[in-house]
């Protein structure tokens, strides 16, 4: 899968922000590491309170070891060395001189080994008892944990609409006594925001139990600062840069890139502030490469909006959409209402800011019912302007992925473009399918 | 199993009360509805708890994916196909949307949305803590602004407390069945008209319990079922009986997770002077075996199954009783702990058979082979 090199060996920010993603988490398996701060799973982008808590938040595949070549170790040292930028621009050099394909070899690790170790969690999922029925993703969480409990010092449950999930949550009982659990309520009514601001407030009393932290309201606004930074350039690349006729690297590598911001966007890389640095040199680069027209024409491919991802998905498919002569896009977070800000203010209170941030996701952004959700979906593809919207019907999940009827027919009365479904139960099965699936709704475009 | 005669009765009974001027409200949700509020509004509760079967489940999938569990994509298919003998599906005035499960949400959501019913919500909070019951209260008092919207007139604290001790008599009366020496199908029927008609089952003519020992339960394989409930048509239980079994004891909603849920005299007589939401608040809490909060589910599942079976040792003189966990294919209540359900159940040594199951016709014969293999262990 050659088709990235190029374009990612000079984003220093992304070789950065990946390097992060698979290496920094394996480090927290030796306890010394965590320089006696402790170590909480979370899940979905809810890593704000463990941030303020002093203590580090972990998406727990980032504790596993990856198989990843060595010459991305090497550019970490190196990086030490002398920098970041010093050995991106090193490496466009060498580039020129890659009879070894060295390079091909990193970027390709990158992603596959992200995605192999996925389907192996899965696997441990399934040998762990989690049946078959239940979704991508929470069979490869619980084999995670199956995998990794023994490193974490706790786990932070946000309950969500899904009762699958929940269910998940519980079961993590089986690896650990430590479940923190926040509770959102499912609508707002009444004094359902105050009721809401409580159950942060417990969650944060038990943080800082667990911790031995205080966590105080600056804390949590330093937070809430540097996360709402994250989210505004993370808005900016899906909905200006997405939107530009000219990409900073090919589309493939685009889709990529938003890949790979929305799974580490759920732990920040275990670390935020680091996290937002990379974030804003990324968009840094993109914007100066489109400026100097360094990247890819891209005014003639239609714009695929494809959802939901997150509980699993076929990441080959922005390679095929590529190839078929598209741009697939992913914007999930967004859909779901977790790149809105949180409030800041001098003199309000940031622990029910944070309450209004989970309760306006759970009833506008994921709603309370397929309804809202759907509203959702419509709202962000019209927002982002896409040409075409791809719905992943992920199997065995009865919650986000199985609202296509109902989508269906609001995209065929509000938008007016063309939308398929795709089926999905693990990556790299029925690639075929897929393709032949792609193929047919891409033909709509011609 | 019920016959096609009560479907008829049924029929007249929610006919004549709709004569009466009272609304139908129906709805999936396994428990939590505060079923107390609509009868005091003067309205009928129609609990829907109807099996399914292939063609069912087919017609359910044209509105949600085929990995759904087979009850919602049945009790859709059964808006959608309106066998002859459901036709009182047609008198439904209301449908609550509730939160029992996410199928129960979506597959809610789709009755009202593609078979024209007017819709109520009424979520609950999946956290059994202090604020989870401050929800629950608000979520009352808007469900039964609601009610009162519909009726168009208030509902009186006092409609609502009568309405609290009818049903809680009810409750206790058909728990008493628990016991009887009368077969566990038998004791399913009764169940599941009581749930239909509600406290007014109590009332009707042909509802007795033949408490004379139709079966001498030592002489059977006893087992207690559990998980998920059997739902009216399923013939779950008849094959169990066919095998050689007796379920000796319903630990399902549709059974005595619902009707044990009741209050003491003497704590609602002293309740009765507050406001009737601090009851219906307490209820929820109380309802600690629902399979719908978390995070102590497993634990509290575990614990009743050791405390039915001690009693029944006790009470019965029986030794050995298996456990039956059934789990309607892709339940997210019921399946992800089946596993460390049986884990921790087997290290108590008790005979547990997980089975896992659709509405299908061809998982029959598998059925019948793996439970009968079960009862021969026991
Ligand atoms: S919403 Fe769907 S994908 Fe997400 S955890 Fe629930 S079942 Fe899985
Ligand atoms: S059987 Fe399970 S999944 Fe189906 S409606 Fe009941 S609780 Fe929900």
Not at chain 1, 29 to 44: A, D, P, Q, T, Y
Not at chain 1, 358 to 372: E, F, P, Q, R, S
Not at chain 2, 178 to 205: C, H, T, V
Not at chain 2, 259 to 272: A, M, V, Y
């Amino acid at each position: 899968m050659s088709l990235m090199t190029d374009d990612v060996i000079n984003f220093t920010s992304m070789l950065r922000m990946s390097y992060d993603f698979l290496h920094s988490g394996r480090k927290f398996n030796i306890k010394s590491n965590r320089k006696g701060k402790k170590l909480i799973s979370v899940v979905f982008p809810f890593s704000d309170l463990v941030f303020a808590a002093k203590a580090i938040p972990i998406f727990p595949i980032r504790l596993e070891k990856f198989k990843v070549n060595t010459y991305l170790e090497a550019l970490n040292s190196a990086s030490g060395l002398f920098g970041w930028k010093a050995v991106s621009n090193f490496l466009g050099f060498i580039r020129k001189f890659d009879f070894l394909k060295v390079f091909d070899g990193i970027i390709d690790d990158v992603i596959n080994s992200l995605n192999y170790k996925y389907n192996n969690m899965y696997d441990l999922g399934i040998e762990e008892g989690v049946s078959n029925d239940f979704c991508y993703g929470i069979k490869a969480l619980y084999g995670m944990h199956s995998s990794r409990h023994n490193n974490l010092d706790a786990n932070l449950n946000v309950i969500i609409r899904c009762s699958a999930f929940n269910k998940y949550y519980e079961s993590l009982k089986r690896f650990s006594d430590n479940l923190i659990w926040l509770d959102i309520p499912p609508r707002n009514i009444g004094n359902a925001l105050e009721i809401c601001t409580g159950n942060v407030k417990e969650t944060i009393s038990q943080l800082e139990k667990l911790t031995g932290n205080s966590i105080t309201d600056n804390d949590l606004r330093k937070q809430f600062r540097i996360s709402n930074e994250c989210r505004e350039l993370y808005k900016e690349i899906i909905y200006e840069i997405s939107n530009s006729n000219f990409y900073p690297c090919n589309p493939a590598t685009f889709s990529e890139i938003l890949a790979l911001l929305s799974i580490s966007f759920q732990d920040f890389n275990s670390n935020a502030e680091t996290y937002l640095k990379n974030f804003r040199n990324l968009v840094k680069e993109m914007k100066e490469r489109i400026r100097k027209k360094i990247g890819m024409d891209v005014s003639n491919r239609p714009r695929i909006l494809l959802t939901p991802r997150f509980g699993g998905w076929e990441p080959e498919s922005h390679n095929l959409i590529y190839k078929m002569g598209g741009r697939l896009l992913y914007a999930d977070w967004e859909i779901l209402g977790a790149l809105e800000n949180i409030e800041v203010y001098a003199y309000s209170d940031p622990i029910e800011a944070y309450a209004k941030f989970l309760m306006d996701i759970t009833t506008k952004g994921v709603g309370c019912d397929n309804n809202a959700l759907t509203d959702s979906y419509i709202r962000v593809a019209r927002k982002m302007d896409v040409d075409g919207l791809i719905f992943i019907e992920l199997f065995g999940c009865h919650s986000i992925s199985n609202c296509y009827t109902m989508l269906r027919q609001k995209v065929r009365k509000e938008l007016e473009i063309p939308t398929t479904a795709l089926t999905f139960n693990k990556i790299g099965e029925n690639i075929e399918q897929v393709k032949t699936r792609l193929g047919a709704f891409m033909e709509m475009f011609n | 199993m019920v016959d096609l005669e009560f479907f008829l009765e049924y029929y007249e009974f929610l006919k004549q009360e709709k004569e009466k001027g009272k609304k139908i409200i129906a709805y999936m949700s396994h428990d939590n509805i505060p079923e107390e509020l609509i009868d005091a509004a003067g309205f009928i509760p129609l609990r829907l708890i109807f099996s399914g079967n292939d063609e069912l489940m087919d017609k359910g999938a044209d509105y949600l994916p085929t990995s759904t569990c087979s009850f919602a994509l049945s009790t859709i298919g059964l808006f959608s196909v309106k066998p002859n003998k459901y036709r009182f599906l047609d008198l439904i005035d209301y449908f609550i949307v509730s939160n029992h499960c996410v199928s129960d949400i979506c597959s809610s959501e789709i009755i009202c949305k593609y078979f024209d019913i007017p819709r109520i919500d009424f979520y609950v909070p999946y956290i059994l803590s202090e604020n989870g019951l401050k929800y629950y209260r608000i979520e009352l008092i808007e469900f039964k602004k609601k009610l009162e919207e519909i009726r168009g007139s208030s509902i009186s604290n006092e409609d609502i407390i009568n309405s609290i001790e009818k049903y809680n008599r009810f409750r206790r009366n058909i728990s008493k069945i628990k016991y009887y020496d009368i077969s566990g199908s038998d004791k399913l029927e009764l169940y599941q008209k009581a749930l239909l008609y509600g406290p007014k089952i109590l009332e009707l003519r042909n509802f007795n319990v033949n408490n004379a020992g139709q079966i001498n339960i030592n002489n059977k394989k006893n087992v207690i079922l559990t998980g998920c409930s059997i739902f009216l048509g399923d013939d779950l239980i008849e094959i169990i009986e066919k095998g050689g079994g007796n379920v000796i004891f319903l630990d399902t909603w549709v059974g005595d997770v619902y009707f044990s849920q009741t209050l003491e005299d003497n704590w609602l007589d002293q309740q009765k002077k507050n406001n009737p939401f601090d009851i219906l608040t307490e209820m929820f809490k109380r309802n600690t075996y629902t399979d719908h909060v978390v995070p102590n589910f497993i634990e509290y599942k575990i614990k009743k199954i050791v405390s039915i079976i001690n009693n029944l040792k006790e009470k019965l003189g029986i030794s050995n009783i298996g456990v039956i966990n059934h789990i309607i294919k892709f339940c997210d209540h019921m399946s992800l702990p089946r596993e460390q359900l049986k884990e921790k159940l087997q290290a108590k040594n008790y005979f547990v058979l997980n089975i896992e199951r659709d509405y299908s016709r061809a998982s029959h014969g598998q059925l019948s082979t793996r439970i009968e293999a079960f009862l021969e262990m026991i």
